[in-house]
């Protein structure tokens, strides 16, 4: 069984960083084509994706974020971890942690994805 | 950039309705789009990849269509289990992933 489980503040205040980790099991990012990421919504929102790590350590990043964003993995742990620089209120939003599978001849959709984790920026 | 632009944003149907959604996207892209369903306070959930292929598990009355820049989702009988709202995205190896703004499908 997959499953994938955010962790992080709940309350960061603007302009400060945050970290947010994914704790991931039942697949491993060693498995090759396999990557994990994060997609955000802000409250009543669409949703937004930011950051994908893969299993050879490419990074993805959105081109609006890229300069805010870091995505880094450990895979002994199963664990993912995404840094944001310099929050906003417009940050605020639930923050999903999600999983892109292997998929012959090409990219795949997201397939899996945790529970979210609500993150408000305010002083 | 690519952009992705679904419509309706709203709309309301009765139980067993035939319910269509549309997506499009800003230039080609061949058939990477999914679709996804969110239910309030919960995580979305893949239902179509590739246009048309539906995922394992989800009812035949889901069916996904298109290429190129047009798209459906198609609810060919709607239950009460389906209203919730739904999202396309695209998705292609070195780009990035783009989700439309949201269909929200409600009684």
């Known amino acids: 069984q997959i499953t994938l489980k955010e962790s992080g503040p709940t309350l960061v205040k603007p302009t400060q960083t945050l970290t947010l980790t994914c704790a991931f099991s039942?697949?491993?990012?060693?498995?090759?084509?396999?990557?994990v990421g994060w997609v955000r919504q802000p409250p009543g929102k669409a949703l937004e994706w930011l950051a994908l790590?893969?299993?050879?350590?490419?990074?993805r990043y959105n081109p609006s974020l890229r300069n805010r964003l870091a995505i880094t993995k450990d895979t002994s742990r199963s664990q993912v971890v995404l840094t944001m620089t310099n929050v906003d209120p417009v940050d605020t939003a639930t923050y999903f942690c999600?999983?892109?599978?292997?998929?012959?001849?090409?990219?795949?959709?997201?397939?899996?994805w945790g529970q979210g984790t609500l993150v408000t920026v305010s002083s | 950039d690519i952009q992705m632009t679904q419509s309706p944003s709203t709309l309301s149907a009765f139980v067993g309705d035939r319910v269509t959604i549309t997506c499009r996207a800003s230039?080609?892209?061949?058939?990477?789009l999914a679709w996804y369903q969110q239910k309030p306070g919960g995580a979305p959930k893949l239902l179509v990849s590739?246009?048309?292929t539906l995922e394992t598990g989800v009812p035949s009355r889901f069916s996904g269509s298109g290429s190129g820049t047009e798209f459906t989702l198609t609810i060919s009988s709607i239950q009460p289990d389906d209203f919730a709202t739904y999202y396309c995205?695209?998705?292609?190896?070195?780009?990035?992933?783009?989700f439309g703004g949201g269909t929200t499908v409600e009684i």
């Open positions: 999600t999983r892109e599978p292997f998929c012959h001849g090409g990219s795949c959709p997201l397939d899996h």
């Open positions: 039942g697949f491993s990012l060693n498995t090759i084509g396999v990557g």
């Open positions: 790590i893969y299993y050879n350590d490419d990074e």
């Open positions: 230039q080609s892209i061949d058939r990477w």
């Open positions: 590739k246009a048309s």
């Open positions: 995205q695209h998705y292609e190896i070195s780009s990035p992933i783009i």
